[in-house]
């Protein structure tokens, strides 16, 4: 079983939809989550991060954490097509560990 | 968020060639950097951590006499693929932890193309 987990996609949506990603991970002392995302060519991009269960929002992003299901999703809402992109989610364990450990990533296109 | 800057962004080389790539956090001091590798269409591979003042520390089975991880200071780490061969050609990118979010931002990537 990978450590974290990612649907590859591709994820397609209209254009004003909500788009939904999903990501699960292994280990239980998890304690801080990501989400990067990659256009085409470029780097990463951190969109948001979070650390406590529930919901954190930041403008058009939510995410949302849920340690006891070992699950973490971001949605986008009102999907443009700028958003199209691989969004990638990366885990961090607890205790001196700072290496991220990344899921390979879900493809989005939101199509006009 | 944090500024990260890699130099080259693009470069070119003869099979056998060493080249260096440059990693810098410009607004704030990082004492871990990350170097990733990755081919297209493929995710991120993580290939070593790089501790300032201190030895780097590789995956399993990157080669650290080929890519060599020198962090002098606490803004800059350089990558040095060394005797570089067609299949080193890839997106290099490093990252750096920001020492008050503990969230790491990537440098734009160096795209090696070696012929």
């Known amino acids: 079983q990978k450590e974290v987990e990612q649907n590859s996609g591709p994820l397609s949506v209209p254009e004003g939809a909500i788009a939904s990603l999903n990501c699960t991970y292994s280990d239980r002392g998890s304690q801080s989550f990501f989400w990067y995302r990659q256009y085409s060519g470029k780097s990463p991009e951190l969109i948001m991060f979070i650390y406590s269960n529930g919901d954190k929002e930041d403008g058009r992003f939510t995410a949302q954490l849920n340690k006891a299901s070992q699950y973490v999703s971001l949605l986008i809402r009102d999907s443009q097509p700028s958003d199209s992109a691989t969004y990638l989610c990366?885990?961090?364990?607890?205790?001196?560990?700072?290496?991220?450990?990344f899921g390979s990533g879900t493809q989005l296109t939101v199509l006009p | 968020g944090a500024v990260v800057s890699q130099h080259p962004s693009w470069v070119i080389c003869k099979s056998g060639t060493s080249v260096k790539i440059e990693c810098r956090s410009l607004d704030f001091q990082a004492t871990t950097m990350f170097w990733y590798r990755q081919f297209p269409k493929q995710s991120l591979m993580l290939m070593a951590t790089?501790?300032?003042?201190?030895?780097?520390?590789?995956e399993q089975g990157v080669e650290k006499d080929k890519f060599l991880i020198n962090h002098a200071s606490l803004t800059l780490s350089t990558l040095t693929v060394t005797s570089a061969h067609p299949e080193d050609s890839s997106f290099y990118i490093c990252?750096?932890?920001?020492?008050?979010?503990?969230?790491?931002?990537f440098g734009p990537g160096t795209r090696l193309l070696v012929l």
């Open positions: 990252s750096a932890i920001s020492p008050t979010q503990e969230t790491q931002y």
């Open positions: 790089s501790n300032e003042g201190s030895k780097a520390t590789y």
């Open positions: 990366a885990v961090k364990v607890g205790g001196s560990a700072r290496q991220l450990t």
